[in-house]
Each structure stands twice: as C-alpha cells, then as structure tokens.
C-alpha cells in the first residue's frame, strides 16, 4: 500500500506543477465547483516569485515561465520581471488552450467509460471494495468517470479547501489575457493530446491510481504535499520543485513510469517546438507547469542540452 501512496502523491504534484490543463478545462465545461472564496491572507509580491527563465539563441531571446494550475486570486499581479517578459511578446505558448469551449466538450470522451463498461471492470475486486467503502453511494456515480477524471475532480477539490481556485490558475490567467491583448496564442500541445495520455491508463495503472487515491485520502497527507508545493514555487526555488518530483519518482517503479509518461516525453515535444517558434523569430512567451522546468530532462535541461544559454531570472 506504501506503493499507492507514492503514486497519488507524485500523480497530485503533476496536476499542480505538470499536467494538465485538461482538469481547468473540466471545470469550466462541466461547472463541476464553484469559486472559492479568495480571502485568504496576501503573500509578499516579489521579483522571485516563481520560475521565470530567459533563453537566448544566437541573437533570439525567448522568455519560459512557470505556472501552477490551480492558484489564488492574490497570486496577482504577477511580479514586474515576469510582467515585461510577458508584455514584450507577441506571442504566448501554453501546454493547452483550456478556455476553449469546443476543445473542452470533446475531450471529455476519452476520459469516461462508455457503457456497458465502467470503472468497476478495470479494478481489481478488493480496490472496488475499498473504493465503495469510502465513497458510499457515490462510488456507483462515479462508475463513467476514468480514474485520472477521478483522481484530478478530488484534487481540485482539496486544493479548493485551501483557498486555491482552478480559474485562478496561471496558464487560464496568461490565455485570457493574450486573447484580449491580441497576441498570438500557441499550444505545444492540445487537451485532446493530453486526454489521449491520461485516458489511456492500463487496468494495472488504473487500480494502482485509485488505490494510492483512497490510501492518501485516508492519511489526509495531501494538503500539506500540495502546500509544499506552492511554498516552493513562491520562493522561486527550482531546486526544491524538482527535489519534489525526483523523490517521489523514484521511490518505485510505478512512479518512474508515470513521471515519464506524464512529464519526460512531454518535455521533448515542447522543447521543439520552442525551438522552432525561436527560429522563426517570435517574441515568445511560455507559459508551461512549473514541474516541466526543473531537474533533470525537464524543458530547461533539454534547451541546455541542446546549447541554447538559459539562466533563471530572480
């Protein structure tokens, strides 16, 4: 059970700084919560506040920041560093364009079940067992939904309990504000690219999530990951965020695998793509999870990889 554990802790610190755009989309189609209440206490505004990194090519300069998908309304304004980045683009690229409305409907397919099959049939009996135990009557309604559809409506849950608001997040922030500033808005990649990652989970994968689910929603643990999380984006702190992905990943193999499968072969295509808008002389903006641009075969470490001079702006 130790094992579960680990994946759900590691599968929460990818919605919050990695994946995905796709459960921002979700509340937006399906109103599925309601906002929170933004009251909560100010934190200090500072330069350092968050990971911004500068890329240079040749004579092209590119601007990389990262967000956290699901934040406060007094994250805002950013700081003045991150503000010019954006301002001096012409461009702005996110994973996914999550206010799409079209985009939102038609993704959601891939992550539910289509009768007769249903969550039950890709359980095992004693995680189905358990699954019922916590969840009484709402287990048989949750019997369409697939288990990242799941796992990401308990998590904004929680992190609504802390005062964050999915329609607070980062990327949601930067997309409505380069539509109403006219810039060009760029996906790296799509809801419907991500939807066919996360939907497509095995019956090994899809038991493991649900029970590392029930497993942390029992120790009441994730609150505190989650708050971790922020803490370290607020202090702009690449080291501690990546620490937080590698620990978890490599505490077994489960997690290794769905850190690559969720982060490292994402980073890959991002990365040319950035690349190729560099090329192509854009002014550019990137706005990707924050989990993508710390440690090891993250965004930052392939651009580096690939001789492009990327410092953090502090």
Sequence with gaps: MRMFHQIYTLFVKIIALGVLGLFVANVQAENLVSKADMQATASTKSDTRGLLYEIKSGDKVAYLFGSIHIAKADFYPMSPKVEAAYLQA????VEADTSDPVASQSFMPKLMYTAPDKLEKHLTPATWANFKTLFGPGAEQMQSLKPFMITSMIAIQMGMQMGFDPMQGIDLHFI???K?????LVELESLDFQANIVGSLNDEESDALISSLIESMKKREMMQEFQH???SWNAA???AIAKIFVTSANKDPASKRMMKMLMDDRNEGMVAKINDMMRAGKKLFVVVGAGHLAGEKS???LLKKQGLDVKQIR
């Design 90 to 93: 012409d461009t702005v690229a």
């Design 176 to 178: 409505n504000r380069s």
């Design 180 to 184: 109403k500033d006219k810039k060009s």
């Design 229 to 231: 999380i922020v803490d």
């Design 237 to 239: 702190d690449a080291e």
């Design 299 to 301: 965004v930052v470490d």
